[in-house]
């Protein structure tokens, strides 16, 4: 198991969103987080990677307490986060962006920039490009590939398919699966909910800020359930 979610209560303020989640990851895996608006998908990911404090409950990444730490810390760790929005930089290039996300490491890091082109040819076409210049797809690539710059063990995505036309969704959902071959594993909240149990070894569902359900990608696409309130079926 690479990543842990031991009852984890989290919220804003005096209000509590998550109510004692818990989640497994295992290496290599693909995760998917489902559920209606509110329920809490992306202050899971907040507080797995230190940006939102549990107030109880643990976080464990390779069998070490990180539970607490700040982003920083937790980034040196082994995970990466890509949020929604705001998560590139417009006004420099699509190259500036991705040494960026080195902006940690004391090593030379040319081999994985290359690595990172290898799986975004588009990006290295246009490197010397300003990234506001950009459709919508090719800025999550940034955005996706700055995190990747780490070489982290565990990618957290927040929906990042929103706001993308039907076609370029397909093409970020490929993107994705190729980025889990390379053995990175990755956690999803995503509220096209079909897709991302397509491509999920194992899905989550939330509501209310509980986990109500969970079970592989494949059984949740078949369950009525789950079909019904959240597949359109």
Do not use: C, W
């Given at each position: 198991?690479?990543?842990?979610?031991?009852?984890?209560?989290?919220?804003?303020?005096?209000?509590?969103?998550?109510?004692?989640?818990?989640?497994?990851?295992?290496v290599?895996?693909?995760?998917?987080?489902?559920?209606?608006?509110?329920?809490?998908?992306?202050?899971?990911?907040?507080?797995?990677?230190?940006?939102?404090?549990?107030?109880?409950?643990?976080?464990i990444?390779?069998d070490?307490?990180?539970?607490?730490?700040?982003?920083?810390?937790?980034?040196?760790?082994?995970?990466?986060?890509?949020?929604?929005?705001?998560?590139?930089?417009?006004?420099?290039?699509?190259?500036?962006?991705?040494?960026?996300?080195?902006?940690?490491?004391?090593?030379?890091?040319?081999?994985?920039?290359?690595?990172?082109?290898?799986?975004?040819?588009?990006?290295?076409?246009?490197?010397?490009?300003?990234?506001?210049?950009?459709?919508?797809?090719?800025?999550?690539?940034?955005?996706?590939?700055r995190?990747?710059?780490?070489?982290?063990?565990v990618?957290?995505?927040?929906?990042?398919?929103?706001?993308?036309?039907?076609?370029?969704?397909?093409?970020?959902f490929?993107?994705?699966?190729?980025?889990?071959?390379?053995?990175?594993?990755?956690?999803?909240?995503?509220?096209?909910?079909?897709?991302?149990?397509?491509?999920?070894?194992?899905?989550?569902?939330?509501?209310?800020?509980?986990?109500?359900?969970?079970?592989?990608?494949?059984?949740?696409?078949?369950?009525?359930?789950?079909?019904?309130?959240?597949?359109?079926?």
């Open positions: 198991m690479i990543l842990n979610i031991e009852d984890i209560t989290a919220g804003y303020s005096e209000v509590d969103i998550l109510h004692q989640v818990n989640l497994q990851v295992r290599g895996e693909i995760v998917s987080i489902i559920g209606p608006n509110g329920a809490g998908k992306s202050t899971l990911l907040k507080t797995i990677f230190g940006l939102l404090q549990p107030r109880q409950g643990k976080v990444l390779n070490e307490d990180i539970t607490g730490l700040r982003p920083e810390k937790i980034v040196r760790k082994g995970i990466s986060y890509v949020p929604q929005v705001d998560n590139v930089f417009p006004s420099m290039t699509i190259q500036e962006n991705l040494e960026m996300g080195a902006f940690i490491r004391t090593d030379d890091y040319r081999h994985r920039l290359d690595q990172i082109y290898d799986l975004f040819p588009i990006l290295r076409e246009r490197r010397k490009h300003k990234v506001g210049q950009l459709s919508g797809g090719q800025r999550q690539m940034v955005a996706m590939g995190a990747l710059m780490l070489d982290p063990q990618l957290l995505l927040d929906e990042p398919s929103a706001g993308l036309a039907p076609l370029l969704v397909s093409h970020i490929e993107q994705i699966r190729e980025i889990n071959v390379t053995g990175v594993a990755i956690v999803i909240v995503e509220q096209n909910a079909q897709e991302a149990l397509k491509m999920a070894h194992h899905g989550y569902v939330l509501a209310m800020g509980r986990k109500v359900l969970d079970d592989t990608g494949d059984a949740l696409l078949e369950n009525e359930e789950v079909g019904r309130l959240y597949l359109g079926g």
